[in-house]
């Protein structure tokens, strides 16, 4: 089975690519927002929950995030593989994605990281921000403190997946189709 976390700040593409990946390797697709979303608009009782939580202004729990992606695991039980977006975003998060997929008698096979300078990520965000109407991504402060969330907090994730040898850094620079490439290629070295 091949698990995957697709992993990048802000604005290096990760969505673009995520939509090749799983066309290419016919994954399924589990974006924590939108099982999230689905949760609380099916009123389910982790939807419930999670809503309780984001009520008070709190984040969620990871127990309850993980029960979630647990849920959404066994809706898939012949699924190839899976591509994991937004999570994990701490060393925790990281830790218990391990211990669910061990109990399932799977494992992530490799942490795909896109990697692009901050000022490009800046250029693409701005841009990203007038093509779309992100309002995330017309505001030069908050795409800063985005990117400097991401590097404080989140970053840290790549050393849990470095220590079992499954962090593979892609430059996200270049064309939509080489940087596929590039991902494709680790993807073929890590399940050899």
Do not use: W
């Not at 697709?29 to 099916?42: E, Q, V």
């Not at 984040?59 to 937004?86: R, W």
């Not at 007038?130 to 404080?152: A, F, L, T």
Request: proline content about 4%; overall charge negative; some cysteine.
């Amino acid at each position: 089975m091949l698990n995957i976390v697709l992993f990048g700040p802000p604005g290096a593409g990760k969505g673009t690519q995520s939509e090749k990946l799983i066309a290419k390797y016919h994954l399924v697709h589990l974006s924590t927002g939108d099982i999230f979303r689905a949760n609380i608009k099916g009123e389910t009782e982790l939807g419930k929950l999670a809503q309780s939580f984001m009520n008070e202004g709190k984040l969620v729990p990871d127990e309850v995030t993980i029960n979630m992606l647990a849920s959404e695991l066994d809706k898939s039980p012949d699924a190839k593989g899976f591509i994991f977006d937004g999570f994990p975003r701490t060393q925790a998060q990281a830790a218990a994605l391990d211990n669910l997929l061990q109990s399932k008698n799977t494992a992530i096979t490799s942490m795909l990281a896109l990697e692009v300078e901050e000022e490009e990520l800046k250029k693409r965000l701005l841009l990203r921000g007038k093509e779309s109407g992100r309002v995330d991504d017309q505001n030069p402060e908050i795409i800063q403190n985005r990117i400097d969330e991401y590097n404080n907090k989140t970053m840290p994730v790549k050393d849990f997946y470095a220590a079992q040898n499954k962090y593979r850094g892609i430059n996200g620079l270049g064309e939509i189709e080489e940087i596929f490439a590039l991902l494709c290629n680790e993807i073929a070295l890590s399940t050899k």
